[in-house]
């Protein structure tokens, strides 16, 4: 089993950057490949990004790419995801989640574990 703790949300003007990171306990971390995922009111949670065990591997959804970038530490138990270029529309929870599947998901009932969310607000 593995614990998520988020944190590096809070609010910024359209055009700023954000660092979320997102902390694991346990030993096994290097097993589970990890996603980052936001949810905002009266919408479905949706897929932002994600990243094999390894970090050899990564996704993003179309409308997040070139402008954010995850990456994990797999010595440090943590996967960080850079937010440049916000735009109001990335206002929302974020959060993030580990998978013990064999595959790297777009979905959020492909993951096992979830953090409790950071709020990202971006300001127009």
């Known amino acids: 089993q593995v614990q998520l703790v988020e944190s590096g949300g809070g609010l910024v003007q359209a055009g700023g950057s954000l660092r979320l990171s997102c902390a694991a306990s346990g030993r096994t971390f290097i097993s589970y490949h990890m996603g980052w995922f936001r949810q905002s009111p009266g919408r479905e949670r949706e897929f932002v990004a994600n990243?094999?065990?390894?970090?050899?591997?990564?996704n993003y959804a179309d409308s997040v790419k070139g402008r954010f970038t995850i990456s994990r530490d797999n010595a440090k138990n943590t996967v960080n995801l850079q937010m440049n270029s916000l735009k109001p529309e990335d206002t929302a929870v974020y959060y993030c989640a580990a998978a013990r599947t064999s595959f790297l998901g777009d979905y959020p009932n492909e993951y096992d574990y979830w953090g409790q969310g950071t709020q990202v607000t971006v300001s127009s």
């Open positions: 990243i094999t065990w390894s970090g050899g591997r990564t």
